[in-house]
């Protein structure tokens, strides 16, 4: 009797879940490199990878160094890092992208994706967002930017050539002619491009050209992808990547949303990372639907490294996967001056300051609950789910007091407070969806509150989602579940993060 286990017929979208969005995607042999926007947070740009299209683990982000990502104290929230695209030619790895709040486009090339990636390359030439890069067949490289014009561009150098030149800019009346892809795909050019918004109108469209300078040509069934109008549980789907297989399929990597609740729907977690199939029919691509429970690509899954549950924070140094706001000073975060936990030292005095000291990680999952324990004796800091300054909820401990905080908008409001036992307290976040029962009803609730000694938990306040959502913050993140320090010199022994079934 075999113990093989047969392989799924489908498998979970988004297949990266969370705020993880604008992805770009290459191929090198049968491995698989993703890169995606991180717009206010430090480090920039998290890069991923993939043997199978499905299963991916983050290896590392390609602007992590201060030299190579500035954002000044006055960043605001959704500024920063826009929109990269992630190529890899003549033995290298070539990230171009844009800093929108300094320093403009910028390129930065690697061997190896994991990293280090060089210093960067400043574009002052390219202007406009969501660059790209393609190369024709001896060796010219043109870089296509939003609009959509495109520029003849040294790589190495920077140096570009010429004045930049329109292409094609979409279905006519078409808002927002983005996230420009150029290829050479058989006998055709293909420029697919975002358009419509990066909301509910969100879509793809397509055009060809004998050249990589044009005259380009419309698809005649454009938008070749979009959910605008409809009912299916993805939504806002647009700035895509096309990659080919090694058996010769083709997919498309694309930005969607899951919004829940009434009217008009909220999305929390951000613009996610979702996958679908592309045939060809007369030269055209042929996009699949989009949807959660996606068929298994026709080759078997290679599941890589998880990601852990918990955190003890006993390598040295972070992971890839935590994130903090504009940047990370070592004297203001440091795994190493309690051996074995994360110290932070306060700056900012609250979350709606630009510079708080803050260690977070993306929320993945609707429903979901993560911990910590805090030693904050010293100082006071807690446990936050953030969208941006003015939308977030946290549990803050301060010597024997823990209280619950909720900034929506203008309103700052200290919802309950209660007293803990000295010494180190477990603080929690609880995310639990809501059943629909009006058009009013909110996405989620966070419940926040503390781990009792037993292992009990005791909520302080349960609060409605829909105020750390996009559809009321606005902006292009999503949610980020982490600590921080508002005052003196807080420690952090572990965090862990789990799903929790619906």
């Given amino acids: 009797m075999s113990d093989t286990q047969p392989s799924p017929t489908t498998v979970s979208n988004p297949v990266i879940p969370g705020f993880h969005p604008d992805p770009s995607i290459c191929r090198v042999g049968e491995d698989y490199y993703l890169a995606c926007s991180s717009f206010e947070y430090f480090p920039g740009v998290p890069v991923f990878h993939s043997r199978d299209l499905v299963h991916w683990t983050q290896i590392g982000n390609a602007l992590d160094r201060p030299e190579q990502l500035r954002l000044p104290p006055d960043s605001p929230s959704s500024g920063g890092i826009y929109a990269p695209t992630l190529r890899h030619h003549d033995g290298r790895f070539w ?13 930065v090339t690697a061997t190896d994706p ?5 210093d960067p ?3 002052p030439g390219v202007r406009g967002i969501d660059p790209d890069l393609a190369w024709d067949a001896d060796g010219t490289c043109w870089c296509t930017v939003a609009g959509v014009s495109q520029i003849r561009l040294d790589p190495r150098t920077g140096e570009t050539f010429g004045p930049a030149r329109r292409l094609w800019s979409g279905m006519p009346g078409a808002k927002a002619p983005e996230a420009p892809h150029l290829y050479r795909i058989g006998d055709w050019w293909y420029l697919l491009i975002a358009e ?10 397509v055009a060809r050209a004998r050249t990589p300078e044009g005259p380009f040509e419309p698809c005649p069934a454009n938008p070749v992808l979009t959910h605008r109008g409809t ?3 993805v939504q806002n789907t647009g700035h895509a990547d096309l990659v080919q297989a090694p058996d010769g399929s083709w997919w498309m990597v694309l930005l969607g949303v899951r919004p829940g609740g009434g009217t008009p729907g909220w999305h929390v977690l951000g613009r996610e990372t979702f996958l679908t199939p592309v045939t060809w029919v007369d030269d055209w691509p042929v996009v699949g639907e989009v949807t959660l429970d996606l068929p298994a690509p026709p080759w078997p899954l290679v599941p890589g ?6 955190d003890d924070f006993d390598l040295g140094g972070l992971r890839p996967q935590w994130i903090s706001l504009r940047d990370r000073p070592a004297e203001h975060c440091t795994t190493t001056e309690r051996s074995g936990w994360l110290t932070l030292h306060a700056r ?3 979350l709606d ?22 030693d904050a004796a010293q100082g006071r800091g807690g446990l936050a789910v953030r969208l941006d300054e003015e939308h977030h909820y946290e549990i803050e401990a301060s010597g024997t007091q823990v209280r619950l905080l909720s900034r929506i908008g203008p309103l700052r409001t200290v919802v309950a407070s209660r007293a803990v036992p000295a010494g180190p307290v477990v603080l929690a976040v609880r995310v639990s969806g809501t059943p629909l029962r009006d058009a009013r009803t909110g996405p989620d609730v966070v419940t926040l509150g503390v781990e009792e000694p037993d292992g009990t938990f005791t909520g302080l306040g349960t609060l409605d989602g829909r105020y750390l959502s996009t559809e009321v913050a606005g902006g292009f993140t999503g949610r980020v579940i982490g600590m921080y320090a508002a005052a003196g010199t807080v420690h952090f022994d572990w965090f862990d993060y789990e799903p929790l079934n619906p």
Avoid at 95 to 107: M, R
């Fill in 305 to 310: 490294p998880t990601e852990p549950v918990r």
């Fill in 121 to 123: 390359v400043l574009l």
């Fill in 231 to 233: 009912d299916r549980p």
């Fill in 114 to 118: 994991a990293g280090p990636w060089s």
């Fill in 348 to 350: 900012g005095d609250s």
């Fill in 353 to 374: 300051e630009p510079d708080v000291v803050f260690v977070g990680r993306r929320q993945q999952h609707p429903t979901c609950e993560a911990r910590t324990l805090i």
């Fill in 196 to 205: 419509g918004g990066t909301e509910r109108c969100h879509g793809v469209s």
């Fill in 95 to 107: 990230l171009i992208v844009t800093n929108v709040s300094a320093d403009g486009n910028l390129l």
